[in-house]
């Protein structure tokens, strides 16, 4: 067996590492939970290099603040027919279940990061003492699937810092997925598993992910042209309702891309980040623009990006 340092253990020397490697988990495990595995593993013979991202201050708060709203959801969805429901617009619903969630997430990063500024979509957005950072929060996207019953629906938070994405949590309570990604640090699922875009290069191989929009919205005709121009070249379309799940289906490679048109910057913020930091390229659909403001965005893996945004952007919206 190899010790820390990868030198070899024998006799002694082996006892005493494993004894002060199981007086060390044991004294950590309360700040640092993954301890306890590596201690398990140590005892085992089979400790080798796991590799884990080592996320900072803020990434764990947005990462606590997630699960604690998920929680309040996911009692909710237990029993959504009981909800209190009301409409935004044609097709757009907000719930309590909405606004009990963006709550429990102003509340807890408020208090962790007083002086940062915060856009939620239900409503709240504060400007805070710190001009340059801000949380960008969806608390439930995905609300018409948890309000018809269908388990596909997430916790979207992001950390903006003068105008830039850094930190980014997408979280499914259904599936118990962790999306993750902080700049320059990678994006990760759950407490292990790096995430890296598709590898597939040919179109007519790739699956991608649209939202169609509701109620006769804005932009339906320019998707349907989309859908036309673009579905005879690939291997499938899906619209499962969750814009913030799409681009993590992006990182992760389930997807091979994904665009949309009217979107707001709560619904994509993490989302874009975990795309970049899985290698993909985020752009929006017209040149020039920016999808945080403008709402309208392409992402995909860089072998099939060229030739399905210019599929996406022949009509040029």
């Not at 070899?8 to 004294?27: D, E, M, Q």
């Not at 001009?131 to 609300?143: K, M």
């Not at 874009?272 to 309208?296: S, Y």
Request: glycine share 10%.
């Amino acid at each position: 067996m190899d010790g820390p340092g990868g030198h070899a253990l024998t006799g002694s020397a082996h006892r005493v590492c494993r004894a002060r490697f199981a007086r060390i988990a044991r004294a950590s495990i309360r700040t640092d939970p993954w301890q306890a595995l590596r201690a398990r593993l140590w005892r085992a013979g089979s400790l080798r290099r796991i590799e884990t991202m080592q996320g900072s201050a803020n990434l764990n708060v947005m990462i606590k603040t997630a699960r604690k709203a998920a929680r309040s959801l996911v009692k909710d969805f237990r029993e959504v027919e009981n909800l209190q429901v009301s409409s935004k617009g044609p097709g757009d619903f907000v719930s309590r279940a909405d606004r009990a969630a963006e709550e429990i997430i102003r509340s807890e990063l408020m208090e962790a990061r007083p002086n940062y500024g915060f856009l939620g979509e239900e409503g709240t957005e504060i400007e805070g003492k710190d001009p340059t950072r801000r949380w960008i929060v969806d608390p439930l996207d995905g609300t018409t699937n948890f309000l018809h019953g269908m388990p596909h629906w997430a916790v979207s938070i992001a950390l903006e810092h003068k105008g830039e994405i850094v930190a980014g949590v997408v979280y499914d309570p259904a599936k118990d997925e962790m999306f993750y990604a902080e700049k320059g640090a990678g994006a990760w699922l759950n407490d292990s598993q790096r995430l890296r875009v598709s590898g597939r290069n040919r179109l007519i191989e790739s699956v991608f992910a649209t939202g169609v929009p509701f109620g006769g919205g804005k932009y339906l005709p320019a998707t349907l042209q989309d859908l036309a121009r673009l579905m005879p070249t690939c291997a499938g379309v899906r619209r499962w309702g969750s814009a913030a799940l799409d681009l993590a289906y992006v990182a992760a490679g389930r997807y091979d891309g994904y665009w949309e048109r009217g979107l707001d910057a709560w619904d994509v913020a993490a989302g874009i980040l975990l795309v970049k930091e899985a290698g993909g390229l985020v752009q929006p659909i017209r040149e020039g623009q920016d999808v945080l403001t403008d709402g309208h965005v392409l992402a995909a893996s860089e072998p099939i990006f060229d030739s399905f945004s210019k599929i996406i952007r022949d009509r040029g919206d």
